[in-house]
Every structure is written in C-alpha cells, then in structure tokens.
C-alpha cells in the first residue's frame, strides 16, 4: 500500500471530474482562477497566438486561428480523459490489485492498460481484476467512463447549437452595416425612410448579446471560435452595436434613443463580463479608434436620417464619456483573441486592431 501516491491519484480523478462538471453540465460562470481547464486553455491559446502572430497572410492567420476552438475542444476532453485513465491506473498500482491474465504481470504499465480498457468499456479480457476490491474499482471506472463519454457526446450539440445561432446573426448584420460592419454605414443603409426599422434592428441584437452573455459565460471555448469570414467576428459585430447604440443615445434630442440605450446596456454588461472571465486588464484604444472627422461625417449621416444632434459639442463629448464605459474592454478582448476592431466609419480600408 503506498498511502501518499493514492491520495495523490484520488485527487487528480477528483480534479478532473470537478473540472469536467464545472465545465460542462455547470450552467454558470465559475470564479475560480485555478481551474485545470483554465490552465489548458491559457498555456494551449499562448503558444497558438504567439504562432498567428508570426503569419504575414490575414487570411493564412485567420485560418489558422479558426482551427484552434474546435481542436482545444478536442484536446481538452483527451486530457481529461487520459488523467482520469493515469488516475485509476495509478490507484490500482497503489492499493496493490493483482491482475489476471496470461502476460499480467502487476508493472504500473499493465494497471494503466487495465484502467484504459475499463474506462472505455472495451471489455478485451485479455487482464481482468482480481479480487473484491480491483473488482470494485473497475466497476466503478466503467461507470465514471461511460459517463463521462455520454457528456462528451451531449456537449457538442449544445456547443455548435450555440454557435449556429450566433453566427446566423452576425451574417444578417453583413446587409445592414457592411463586412466588416461600420456605424456609418449602419445609417447610410437604413437612411430617412428606413430608420424606424432600426428600433426593432436594435430590440434583436438586445436579445442577441444576452445569449451571447449567456452562452460565452457558461461556455468560454465559444470565445474561440471564429466566424466563417475574415470580416466577421462575433466581437466586430457586438462592437459595432455598441458603437451604434452609443451614437444615437449620444446624439438624441428626446426619447428616441430609448432602445439604443438598453440594448447598450446589454451589450456593455457582456463585454464587461467576458473580460472578467479572460482575468484581462481593461486598455483604451491606441491610436483613438473615432477621428475628429470621422465623427463629423458620423454627424452628418444622423443629420440626413433627420436626426441631427441639438448640439454636437455636447454630444462629442456625450459620446467620449460612452465610448470610456466600454471602449477599453473590447479592446481588451480583441488583444486577446486576435479579432480586429471594426471601423467607425466605411472609409477605412482596414479596421481598427486592438492593442
């Protein structure tokens, strides 16, 4: 009986399992800093950034960082499943089962193949346990297996379930305000006669970024994953509403902007969260993403969707102290993720990349 070496892998079957719990079947956002699946993703996304960033092809790059959400998906279920396997191994290693077979011979090599077999129902029977307590553990490592393996099955529907609907949003917004999407053009699209629609264009996107919330608080992996396009991201679309949304409460002469302003708060609530989560520093912009005349032509579009501000210096400086509550933390998430910035307005060629 080697009493330390079993304590020690009790513990780790008992900090995958937890792990796997919180992260799966846990509909919340967990607070702990020192989570298995959370140093994972921070040593596995370091490396992996610190390669994109050495690819002179945008759409080489992008390529390649589209490929890193789904295979740490991948990794990280390997992992959890191997530590679970070396677990039981090294707990039947330590509590001294004799196995049974014809080239059985009791190595930490043939507990590790015996747990390996057990864990995933294989059922060969070339080594079996012997004795009421291997007996008992092997019951109990198949049971473990076949759980963990049914979650394993059940956690990619709701995984790409979530993405499908994300994605379908951040497409229709390709009409409405451009790839990549732009505030100005948001307004040039929708014009005079058209700008009533955009209270319900906003209503939806509110619904859309509290799933959003939703989803990427429970899940973080979603994070990771990228749009089809080059000029879509999840984090450019929800930029641009923010934008949008922080134009029009800035710039409203009366109640107009009323939904302009909840679906800001919504969108604020979740960059503010997601940053939280990543543990990422919050960091403005540099250089200013919204140039002198960039808000001048911004300005102008309101004017000719007949909604001109009463007083521009009023609302430049209105739209400054908006863009301070939530410019900082895209910026942060962009920095992290590798996802550019949009543009405020359609006449850069090239978005805005967070640093």
């Known amino acids: 009986m080697r009493w330390p070496a079993a304590l020690l892998a009790v513990a780790l079957i008992g900090t995958v399992l937890w792990d796997a719990f919180e992260a799966i079947v846990l509909p919340r956002r967990v607070t702990r800093r020192w ?41 990280l279920l390997g992992l959890w499943a191997a530590s679970l396997v070396l677990g039981f191994g090294a707990l039947h290693w330590t509590l001294g089962t004799t196995p049974r077979g014809p ?35 092997t019951v109990l490592e198949s049971g473990v297996g076949f759980g963990f393996l049914a979650l394993v099955i059940g956690y990619f529907p709701v995984l790409y379930a979530a993405f499908s609907r994300r994605e379908v949003s ?103 969260d997601l940053t939280r989560v990543f543990h990422l520093p919050a960091r403005a912009p540099s250089p200013d993403r919204l140039s002198a005349s960039d808000l001048a032509r911004l300005f102008q579009r309101l004017a000719e969707a007949d909604r001109p501000p009463a007083d521009p210096e009023v609302a430049a400086r209105r739209l400054a102290e908006l ?20 543009a405020w307005t359609s006449g850069l060629d090239n978005a805005a990349e967070g640093r």
Not at 327 to 335: I, R, S
């Open 35 to 75: 989570r298995l699946a959370r140093l994972f993703y921070r040593a596995t996304w370091k490396v992996w950034s610190t390669i994109a960033r050495r690819i002179v092809s945008r759409v080489r790059r992008e390529s390649f960082l589209g490929v890193f959400g789904p295979l740490s998906l991948l990794l």
């Open 170 to 272: 951040i497409t229709l917004l390709d009409p409405r305000a451009g790839s990549p999407p732009t505030v100005e053009e948001l307004l040039r699209r929708h014009g005079r006669d058209h700008l009533h629609h955009l209270e319900r264009f906003l209503y939806e996107w509110e619904r859309w970024t509290a799933e959003l919330m939703e989803s990427h608080l429970s899940y973080p992996v979603l994070a990771y994953f990228r749009s089809q396009h080059a000029n879509q991201s999840w984090l450019g679309a929800l930029t641009t509403i923010l934008d949008a949304c922080a134009l029009l409460k800035a710039g409203a002469r009366d109640g107009s902007a009323w939904q302009a302003g909840v679906t800001f708060a919504m969108a604020r609530h979740a960059v503010v």
């Open 103 to 137: 080239d059985a011979s009791p190595s930490f090599g043939t507990y590790l193949y015996l747990s390996g077999t057990t864990f995933f129902t294989l059922g060969l029977g070339d080594v079996t346990p012997h004795g009421p307590l291997a007996r008992g553990l």
């Open 323 to 342: 863009r301070r509550t939530y410019e900082p933390f895209v910026n942060a998430l962009a920095g992290h993720l590798l996802m550019p910035l949009p």
